[in-house]
């Protein structure tokens, strides 16, 4: 990790030109100004400015009304020298991520990767995370979008057939010190998922926000595009961005029971902190899948999870546990959160999960008995007997739950709260409000 005056030095040479200062704002996009290279010092001591109601702009890209920010007032990008890189697919450009800081030079409550990282500071564990992002490679045709190829799930044909766009987003990844864990062609043609190996604090968030634009400009560079939508094709799978996580003690990884042989080895910990996760689902989707085509994705018997369930390797779970390695139990039990993906502000996403299962910690909630089953399966009464939950079926319904959640708007704090909710809210009433093809082809059609 390059300290300030390291990264002074470099921009300073012949190779990087412009640097850009990137955040994640409340809608989910990854937004930034671009500085000169020869001014970055001047950045660090005296920040970017931009205005504050950028953190109030929707998916749609303008500002709502409701949120608590008016048109008046600036704040600003404080650049973190630990995040900074250079961007091998961008000739001469180098990127950090910022915290953003009132004029005062306090962090904004405003700003979601500075609320994160005050709630890591008070927290008791050291949290491991990594987000896993599933995404589609597609063409652009005169008929929309199509997968980029037509092979299918794992085979070895749909290896071969993106290798070498895959090849260059690992090595382009790796020059930014993100190390792929694992590839594999997913579910549907074209799909794909590059696995990157966990970090500690901001870091998986950080990488998450690097990943995502890493993969979009190799994809590009190939005349090809990547989408992270939740749903881009009516009949292929949907795209998840699963968050594993773990909790530390030290060098202790606090999830896992050493006394507990079996292959899922977790500790009253973790079975507590899923207590909490299960207990907010509700509410937390809309900060883990925060989009209104989310919601098309979360539907059962679809391997992205539709209950309020936990399981042992139950990929139809809101929460699963994975097996731990075979000789390397203790570093990799953890769990698995199915109910996201790519929309989501991903400071947020962890905030949010973090902040449910210390809830479940603190109040030492029982998940009850894992599933073994689809919890679809499930009859009604035998789900509430099971106090298993359906999970929101659309974002407005999502929206409504974190507004009255107590726990994850403490987390958040009142003014990133209320800021989110609006945006979320308006994206939703654009969407409740808009006449979809669907909508005309059906009702001209019946009326």
Not at 27 to 56: H, L, P, T, Y
Not at 264 to 282: D, M, N, P, Q, W
Not at 287 to 311: D, E, I
Not at 418 to 440: F, L, Q, S
């Amino acid at each position: 990790m390059p300290t300030e005056s390291e990264v002074i030095d470099i921009c300073a040479g012949d190779d990087v030109e412009l640097v850009r200062l990137l955040w994640v704002d409340n809608a989910g996009v990854e937004r930034g100004r671009v500085v000169n290279a020869a001014n970055v010092e001047d950045v660090f001591a005296s920040g970017a400015n931009i205005a504050q109601a950028q953190q109030a702009f929707t998916d749609l890209d303008y500002p709502t009304e409701d949120a608590p920010l008016g048109r008046v007032g600036e704040v600003r990008l404080v650049p973190d020298p630990d995040t900074f890189r250079t961007l091998p697919y961008a000739e001469r450009a180098a990127a950090m991520m910022c915290d953003i800081h009132r004029l005062d030079r306090t962090p904004w409550e405003i700003d979601p990767r500075s609320r994160l990282r005050g709630f890591l500071d008070g927290f008791e564990y050291r949290s491991r995370a990594a987000f896993e992002p599933e995404w589609y490679l597609v063409r652009e045709t005169a008929a929309g979008i199509e997968p980029f190829d037509r092979s299918g799930c794992y085979t070895a044909d749909g290896i071969q057939s993106a290798h070498d766009i895959v090849l260059e987003i690992v090595d382009d990844l790796a020059a930014q010190g993100i190390e792929m864990a694992t590839y594999y062609p997913e579910y549907s043609p074209g799909q794909q998922e590059i696995a990157i190996e966990p970090g500690d604090g901001l870091t998986p968030a950080d990488d998450h926000a690097f990943y995502k634009q890493t993969v979009k400009a190799v994809a590009k560079n190939h005349d090809s595009r990547a989408t992270f939508s939740p749903k881009p094709f009516p009949d292929h799978a949907g795209s998840g961005c699963h968050l594993h996580l773990s909790l530390w003690n030290g060098e202790e990884n606090a999830f896992h029971d050493p006394d507990d042989e079996s292959p899922y080895g977790i500790s009253e910990t973790c079975k507590r902190f899923v207590g909490g996760v299960l207990a907010h689902a509700r509410a937390l989707v809309a900060l883990t899948a925060p989009s209104v085509v989310s919601y098309k994705r979360l539907q059962p018997g679809s391997w992205a999870s539709a209950y309020t369930a936990w399981g042992l390797d139950n990929r139809e779970a809101m929460v699963r546990i994975p097996s731990a390695q075979w000789e390397n139990a203790a570093a990799t039990t953890r769990l698995e959160l199915k109910a996201a993906d790519n929309t989501a502000n991903p400071y947020l996403s962890l905030l949010g999960v973090l902040a449910a299962g210390r809830d479940g910690i603190e109040r030492d909630l029982d998940p009850g008995e894992p599933l073994d089953i689809d919890p679809g399966s499930l009859s009604e009464s035998e789900r509430e007997r099971r106090g298993i939950e359906r999970l929101p079926q659309s974002l407005g319904e999502a929206i409504d739950e974190l507004e009255a959640d107590a726990v994850l708007s403490d987390a958040m704090g009142d003014d990133l709260h209320r800021t989110y909710v609006a945006v979320k809210r308006a994206t939703w009433t654009d969407a409740a409000t808009a006449v979809t093809d669907w909508d005309v082809d059906t009702y001209t059609r019946l009326y």
